[in-house]
């Protein structure tokens, strides 16, 4: 028996929104997959650092300050500057260490699905940081619980993506995105000589395309989340998160869907 479904212009329309957005985080990748979920967790990175920024006081997505400030306090006597600083440390660590878990579990029980548990947790995470923000008042020492907790958020998206994308990209690292972008940027300005059988230096203008739109998104996502949390406050992480939800989410969904009808189709037969 065969059989045949009818498909409206609005249905159609949501199958291939849902197939896009399975497409960003199938196990199958490709590099315009990479560079559309990198360029989308680029824009909530800057949002959540900039914005954690006026929320916390502190910028939680490099490491490279946070190890430096370390330093600075152990040798000035700032010993509780110092242990504050390793908790925002050892919390990057330990989200990066659970994306990989969260991924390399989904592996082996959800292949098609291995990537989308670690962007849920971080979408409830964010959703959770804004319900803790707006409870602060009862939370004593807010920012001391809040930077390793934006740290641990930072540390398990950047996991995210790095895996995903064999290392190819990094949502966080903008120190090594700007040093990557001035290595091409060189290599296009590189006056090249006719030389003994040397080849020509040539810059990859698809990476520095990639890498343009990469920091581009970081920029614009920290002006949109320093705003939203300079005028609306911790309200601002509903987007984030709901962003999230809906690239990971959506996917899920319709695989459930698809999986109760074709069930439900045998037991009709």
């Not at 824009?43 to 300050?65: C, E, K, R, W």
């Not at 600075?72 to 908790?87: C, E, K, Q, T």
């Not at 601002?236 to 189709?265: K, Q």
Request: hydrophobic share 55%; aromatic share 8%.
């Amino acid at each position: 028996m065969t059989a045949h479904l009818k498909i409206g212009p609005n249905e159609a329309q949501h199958v291939r929104v849902a197939d896009a957005l399975r497409l960003l985080v199938r196990a199958e990748r490709s590099a315009a997959a990479d560079a559309w979920l990198g360029t989308a967790l680029c824009f909530i990175a800057g949002a959540s650092n900039a914005g954690g920024f006026l929320a916390v006081g502190q910028y939680t997505s490099h490491m490279s300050g946070i190890v430096s400030a370390m330093a600075d306090n152990l040798a000035i006597g700032g010993v509780w500057l110092v242990v504050a600083g390793f908790s925002a440390f050892a919390a990057f660590a330990m989200g990066a260490g659970s994306s990989a878990i969260l991924i390399h579990w989904g592996r082996r029980h959800h292949a098609r699905q291995q990537y989308t548990l670690p962007l849920l947790v971080e979408a409830a995470l964010l959703l959770g940081f804004g319900v803790l923000g707006a409870m602060r008042a009862d939370i004593p020492n807010f920012a001391l619980f809040g930077v390793p907790y934006l740290c641990f958020v930072m540390g398990l998206q950047n996991a995210i993506i790095t895996k995903i994308s064999q290392s190819r990209i990094r949502t966080t690292h903008v120190t090594g995105m700007v040093t990557d972008l001035g290595i091409e940027l060189g290599k296009l300005a590189y006056w090249n000589r006719s030389g003994p059988g040397l080849p020509p230096v040539q810059a990859d203008l698809k990476k520095l395309a990639l890498l343009a739109t990469l920091l581009s998104a970081f920029f614009i996502g920290g002006v949109t989340g320093a705003l939203g949390f300079k005028y609306v406050g911790f309200i601002t992480t509903v987007p984030l998160a709901a962003a999230l939800f809906v690239l990971a989410g959506v996917p899920v969904l319709e695989d459930v869907i698809a999986r109760r009808a074709v069930r439900a189709l045998r037991e009709r037969r």
